[in-house]
């Protein structure tokens, strides 16, 4: 029966509505898992590892075992500082960060070595040889060294390589940053620097191959074997600016998934549905003929598995085309190449398919086993309607696991449902509200009667047209509008002013004169802030016991020391999310206020009496505000800020950050400043920023490729809701030509009636996708949301011309085909 | 109601072919005849003889495979679609088997729907005035689903008279009704034919509503078989 339904054209509709569906939805979750596997190790390349054990004690072989024994990648390195002196010479020596590593360094990125042909640098095909030291563009300046000289490292004398434009790790915190020395692992001996007392920092560098899914779990088996001074990192623990630019590509690209999902239900719902009226006749006939009601089930079920099973194998491939279609017109503006696809993304897709025809087909099939056999002689017998409490719940069950599923993040999950779903009733509200001002509104004519009359024949079935309409075209919104606009807040919230060197340990007697550089060059209005250095011992009066956080990244948090700031007002780039911030007349024990991430990491409260150890003496103060800090925002951010004077009198440094313009002239602004200050550093953060800024253009191009693919769902549910009723309307259409309706009568009909159905979808999509912007801009992703009159334009404008288009063209052919064949085969 | 020279209604070797597997079935095979105005002329026949591919092509609802059908002097295989349509509102009126009332429209809109399409201003209430001589003053505003099968086909009658017809076509119109109901229907489609002077066209196989016409047209296999003059 299915070929012979297949045959007759029957299942097309549905099993196109299937394949695109799954294909649509397989292409996002293909691709979205490839591009965020790539940007994962794109941020890899910062570290120039997926992860890093470091230690301040050498590092056991059981790290290295471990991660063999998962099939990982892993080398040793070596990092510590020692003065570097230019061989031969009296030259001043240099304070330099040396780092001793392995052939086949970096596992992932690579250097960068300077060459004037180049700006950016060219790619290095080899690591340091044994005897040789690459310096980097700092370090070879200020020893005044190139290529062939000699310089010496401890007790070693080695020749200069190549100089270093960039290398990996630039991403390990800004205060360690210095000049760089790059040195074979196997001179580590001849130095002779590895002596007691000698602080140096030990490493093991791990690299996931393509394929192997091991790291994670290897992450989590070394985690739990630390012990005290050894510490594991991966991307994500890196620097909270690549870890918040990382989520967020992670929530575009979910909400992407999450957008096709739904859309994905409405068309196999409304195509599934309009399958049951399609054939209450042969389920009618089937009974008549001695089918029990199981029987009759039994065959249509199997006719629908069979069908949810091709089609969603179909889609399938079709996703592995689209995506590798993505990828090949991807690649060429990704600087990381995508990781080939893995299969969980097809297996979900595929699952998704026959879950989705499952939950919304079934309460249909179950109407249809239940045919009255009498409709054989009676077609007017009122249609079996699918149990209203069944559908509703199978389908809010399959809509929600799969949502659960696809979301991964709770809150965006349950903002894109609460929007969906309130979306839903209003849009069912407003059906109903339109329903009768059309029956008080005076009707003229046959053209604007007769296509209203469609719209209130059955209030229930108008509402949800409208509402799945709305869907569609909310959809279309969410990932046109307001996706741009989501993007360029985004975007905006890094603007391309944001400051491009850090300026540390300055003194306060040096604080003005440092002040008024910056301001010479930079932002006129740039400071500097207060820094002091405190350890977190006490906790409510009692001492702090790091071992209770299991987390280490908890656990590294709290041993570590706290930069603390004084501020009379809530700094720009922060958000009070508990508690009030102090005034700016506040006195110095007016409490203290913390960033509301570390304070749940160190389960801190609004309230707790946190105690500090700064340079031997105690600093109590109550957490009276938690903020939340912008850390895209790339200026001086601390998680800790007292009331002015609350610091006065403790050991105290400042800190600042400028944009300084590229090229030469910040050289020589730097260079003049450090001659006048020479304790003072200057921290070139421009690299990081460009980094971020390159994901950040990523993520927006992966976005809007994987939104054409939503927006074919979109346009799906938009002909399914018509074609749902397109029976119907041939049969209206065939009686209105039998009494004599032109075909310009027929056609006015059903514009107005698209025009009004259009428009109304157009105001409830553009007011959910407004709603449904905000809460993702405000709670999700925290930036400021402004939302445009644009959305209403679109919206309405558009989705009242689609709307009334697509009727238009799914109709047309009503007026043409002769009435009499029509009435027989629909009356 | 002296039958005039000119007919209302010829048709003319008139043939229906359709594909049927392999072959083509002729549904109806070279049949002619003429109608003039005021005739009431049923066309009889077994299930399957073609009496409503009959009717339909008369009506200029389908196309013929060959020959040529004229209404009121006007050949339909001149006209397209829309003129056809446009033939149907000045001239025909129809009455059918399962009604075929618009369900999104009340038994008023449903009346109103020829004059409105005719453009006639005062479409609401000819459409009312209509449905109070069918008895169905007090239910204007139902809507088809809540009307018995009886009152369906009244408003049905009351739509095929309201555009002022000179030709009504009914096919089998007590097909779908019980025995006592199906007489009321006929009663009036007759009473209210009569009243207006309309040329009426009804296909039937109840051989006692076909015994209200003036003429009786045959069909067997789509071919004309019989063609009596009733007193």
């Not at chain 1, 965020?36 to 301040?56: E, F, P």
């Not at chain 1, 951010?637 to 002015?644: A, R």
Request: with cysteine; aromatic share 6%; hydrophobic share 50%.
């Amino acid at each position: 029966m299915l070929a012979r339904d297949w045959r007759s054209g029957e299942l097309t509709v549905l099993a196109a509505a299937l394949v695109l569906a799954v294909g649509s939805m397989g292409t996002v979750a293909f691709f979205a898992d490839r591009v965020k596997t790539a940007l994962t190790s794109q941020a890899g390349l910062l570290l120039g590892a997926d992860a890093m054990i470091s230690s301040d004690r050498p590092l056991p072989d059981s790290f290295a075992k471990a991660a063999r024994a998962r099939g990982l990648e892993s080398m040793p390195a070596l990092r510590f500082s020692s003065m570097v002196q230019k061989a031969g010479g009296d030259a001043a020596p240099v304070l330099a960060n040396v780092k001793a590593v392995s052939d086949g360094y970096p596992l992932r990125g690579a250097i960068l070595l300077a060459d004037g042909a180049h700006p950016d640098g060219v790619r290095a095909t080899r690591s340091p040889a044994r005897g040789e030291a690459w310096p980097d563009e700092r370090l070879a300046q200020r020893l005044g060294v190139s290529p062939g000289d000699r310089l010496t490292v401890g007790e070693a004398t080695l020749v200069v390589g190549p100089v270093i434009r960039q290398e990996p790790e630039v991403m390990t915190g800004i205060m360690s940053s210095g000049p760089r020395l790059l040195i074979n692992h196997d001179d580590l001996a001849a130095t002779n620097l590895l002596q007691p007392g000698n602080r140096a920092t030990w490493r093991l560098m791990v690299a996931e191959p393509t394929g192997r899914k091991t790291l994670a779990d290897f992450v989590q088996a070394v985690a739990a074997e630390l012990k005290a001074g050894q510490r594991i990192e991966s991307v994500r623990d890196v620097q909270p600016e690549i870890r918040q630019t990382l989520d967020r590509a992670e929530q575009f690209l979910g909400l992407s998934a999450l957008v096709a999902v739904i859309l994905a239900a409405v068309a196999v719902a409304l195509t599934s549905s309009r399958y049951l009226r399609r054939h209450l006749d042969t389920a009618a006939m089937l009974r008549c003929l001695g089918a029990s009601e199981a029987r009759t089930l039994a065959l249509f079920a199997t006719q629908f598995a069979v069908l949810g099973l091709v089609a969603s194998a179909a889609g399938v491939v079709l996703a592995l085309g689209g995506q590798a279609l993505l990828g090949s017109v991807l690649a060429s503006l990704a600087q990381a190449d995508l990781p080939p696809p893995s299969a969980a993304p097809g297996l979900a897709a595929f699952a998704t398919g026959v879950l989705l025809l499952f939950g919304f087909a079934l309460p249909p099939l179950l109407a249809l086993a239940n045919v009255p056999p009498l409709r054989v002689l009676r077609r007017d017998l009122p249609r079996p309607r699918p149990s209203a409490i069944l559908a509703y719940a199978l389908g809010a069950a399959v809509i929600g696991v799969l949502i659960a599923w696809q979301a991964q993040d709770v809150r965006t999950g349950a903002i894109v449902v609460a929007g969906v779903a309130g979306l839903i009733l209003v849009a069912a509200f407003a059906a109903w509200l339109l329903i009768v001002v059309l029956k008080r509104l005076p009707q003229r004519g046959v053209t604007w009667r007769f296509g209203l009359a469609n719209l209130r024949r059955r209030p229930l079935a108008s509402s949800l047209q409208v509402g799945a309409l709305a869907l569609g075209l909310m959809a279309l919104l969410l990932l046109t509008v307001v996706r741009g606009e989501l993007m360029r807040n985004w975007r905006a919230s890094l603007p391309p002013d944001a400051p491009n060197h850090f300026v540390i340990n300055v003194l306060p007697d040096q604080v003005d004169g440092v002040r008024a550089a910056m301001r010479s060059i930079g932002d006129p209005e740039v400071d500097l802030y207060p820094m002091v250095r405190g350890r977190l011992v006490k906790v409510n009066g009692a001492p702090l016991d790091t071992r209770q956080f299991e987390d280490p990244r908890s656990r590294r948090l709290a041993e570590r020391e706290f930069n603390l700031s004084t501020s009379d007002s809530l700094p720009s780039t922060n958000r009070v999310t508990a508690g009030a911030f102090w005034r700016p007349d506040a006195k110095p024990d007016a409490g203290l206020s913390m960033e509301d991430g570390i304070a749940g990491n160190l389960r801190l409260k609004l309230g707790d009496e946190v105690t500090f150890d700064i340079a031997g003496t105690p600093v109590s103060a109550r957490i009276t505000s938690l903020r939340k800090v912008d850390w895209d925002s790339f200026r001086p951010n601390f998680f800790t800020l007292f009331p002015p004077g609350a610091l006065d009198g403790m050991p105290t440094s400042w800190i600042g950050a400028v944009r300084l313009p590229e090229g030469a002239k910040a050289g020589a602004w730097v260079s003049a400043l450090l001659q006048q200050y020479p304790n003072v550093l200057a921290i070139d953060v421009g690299d990081t920023i460009r980094q971020i800024q390159s994901i950040m253009d990523q993520v927006s191009r992966a976005v809007e490729f994987v939104f054409l693919f939503t927006l074919l769902g979109g346009l799906l549910v938009l002909q399914a809701a018509i074609a749902a009723t397109q029976d119907e309307r041939r049969f209206d259409a065939a009686i209105l030509r039998t009494i004599g309706a032109s075909s310009r009568q027929l056609s006015a009909a059903q514009v107005a009636e698209f025009l009004v159905l259009g428009a109304l979808a157009g105001v409830l999509a553009a007011g959910g996708a407004t709603a449904i912007g905000w809460a993702l801009a405000d709670r999700v992703f925290t930036i400021p949301y402004s939302p445009s009159a644009w959305v209403w334009g679109y919206g309405v404008i558009g989705g009242t011309v689609v709307v009334a288009l697509a009727g238009w063209i799914g109709t047309r052919n009503t007026a043409r085909q002769p009435p009499l064949a029509v009435i027989r085969q629909l009356g | 109601m002296t039958p005039t020279d000119a007919p209302l209604v010829r048709a003319e070797r008139l043939t229906r072919t359709v594909q049927s597997g392999d072959s083509p079935l002729k549904i109806l095979d070279d049949v002619s005849f003429a109608i003039e105005p005021g005739a009431s002329v049923a066309i009889v026949g077994a299930s399957g003889s073609g009496k409503t591919t009959l009717l339909g092509l008369l009506a200029g609802l389908d196309r013929p495979s060959e020959g040529e059908v004229w209404i009121d002097g006007q050949a339909l295989s001149g006209l397209d679609e829309d003129a056809r349509a446009s033939m149907r509102q000045r001239l025909l009126g129809f009455v059918f088997q399962s009604f075929q009332l618009l369900p999104a429209l009340t038994a008023l809109e449903n009346v109103m729907l020829p004059l409105e399409l005719a453009g006639d201003g005062a479409a609401a209430s000819k459409a009312r005035t209509w449905l109070e001589r069918v008895g169905l003053g007090r239910r204007t505003t139902h809507y088809p689903r809540q009307l018995s099968g009886g009152e369906q086909q009244r408003v049905a009658i009351a739509r095929a008279f309201a555009g002022d017809p000179k030709l009504l076509m009914a096919d089998e119109p007590t097909g779908n009704l019980d025995g006592a109901t199906g007489a009321e229907v006929a009663d009036l489609m007759f009473r209210l034919n009569h009243e207006h002077g309309t040329t009426l066209v009804l296909v039937t196989h109840d051989s006692a509503l076909a015994s209200r016409c003036s003429r009786r047209l045959s069909l067997s296999s789509g071919r004309l078989v019989g063609d009596e003059r009733l007193s």
